[in-house]
Nanobody, 124 residues
Framework: QVQLVESGGGLVQAGDSLRLSCAAS????????MGWFRRAPGRAREFVAVISWNGVSTYYADSVKGRFTISRDNAKNTVYLQISSLKPEDTAVYYC?????????????????WGQGTQVTVSS
């Protein structure tokens, strides 16, 4: 069992930066890939970024490449999402998720534990 709690969201202006955090509890965290997803109003949940269990491999959605950076600290059971150059279209609820696999997978079907989400709102 893994519990995930996101934090760090808020209301920001276009061009600003944010760092989202996801604190995990449970013994399987360090063996799981961790991902970030988001759901914008009226849209389906979409993949944002993923990091493998050991932090060696990362993968990003095309829409966020170069602006988002995912990282993890297994000693702290925490995964981060550094977001820079925020755009209004980044407005969404951001969720972290723990995968059933160790490799960096962008497929939602590979994730079985989800946090409650943190709202990011970007004003223009």
């Amino acid at each position: 069992q893994v519990q995930l709690v996101e934090s760090g969201g808020g209301l920001v202006q276009a061009g600003d930066s944010l760092r989202l955090s996801c604190a995990a509890s449970g013994r399987t965290f360090s063996r799981s890939a961790m991902g970030w997803f988001r759901r914008a109003p009226g849209r389906a949940r979409e993949f944002v970024a993923v990091i493998s269990w050991n932090g060696v491999s990362t993968y990003y959605a095309d829409s966020v490449k170069g602006r988002f950076t995912i990282s993890r600290d297994n000693a702290k059971n925490t995964v981060y999402l550094q977001i820079s150059s925020l755009k209004p279209e980044d407005t969404a609820v951001y969720y972290c998720a723990a995968a059933v696999v160790a490799r960096a997978s962008p497929a939602i079907r590979d994730y079985n534990y989800w946090g409650q989400g943190t709202q990011v709102t970007v004003s223009s």
